[in-house]
């Protein structure tokens, strides 16, 4: 079992920048990629990132590329969103989650957090 808890949260205006962290717990979670969703009101919840269980390999949705940041500190068991030039169509509850899915093909998880909730103001 691994259990996920999202922090970081809150209101930033547009072009500003956003931290958000997911705390991990579970003898085995160092096994598991991480990724991060996130879900619009009227939306179905959609990939955000994803980083592998070592950390040495990242992947993004279009459109985040560039601006945001996936990191992972496995002796703290913390995963790390980093979000900047954040735009008002980023707002969404952002999830993150863990899997033991083939890192070639698509994120499936395993395991779920509660979300947070990100909003971007124009």
């Known amino acids: 079992q691994v259990q996920l808890v999202e922090s970081g949260g809150g209101l930033v205006q547009a072009g500003g920048s956003l931290r958000l962290s997911c705390a991990a717990s579970?003898?085995?979670?160092?096994?598991?990629?991480v990724g991060w969703f996130r879900q619009s009101p009227g939306k179905e919840r959609a990939f955000v990132g994803a980083?592998?269980?070592?950390?040495?390999?990242?992947k993004y949705a279009d459109s985040v590329t560039g601006r945001f940041t996936i990191s992972r500190d496995n002796a703290k068991n913390l995963i790390y969103l980093q979000m900047n030039s954040l735009k008002p169509e980023d707002t969404a509850v952002y999830y993150c989650?863990?899997?033991?899915?083939?890192?070639?093909?698509?994120?499936?998880?395993?395991?779920w957090g509660q979300g947070t909730q990100v909003t971007v103001s124009s």
């Open positions: 989650a863990a899997s033991t899915s083939s890192w070639s093909g698509p994120y499936i998880p395993d395991y």
């Open positions: 579970g003898r085995t979670f160092n096994n598991y990629a």
């Open positions: 980083i592998s269980w070592r950390g040495g390999r990242t």
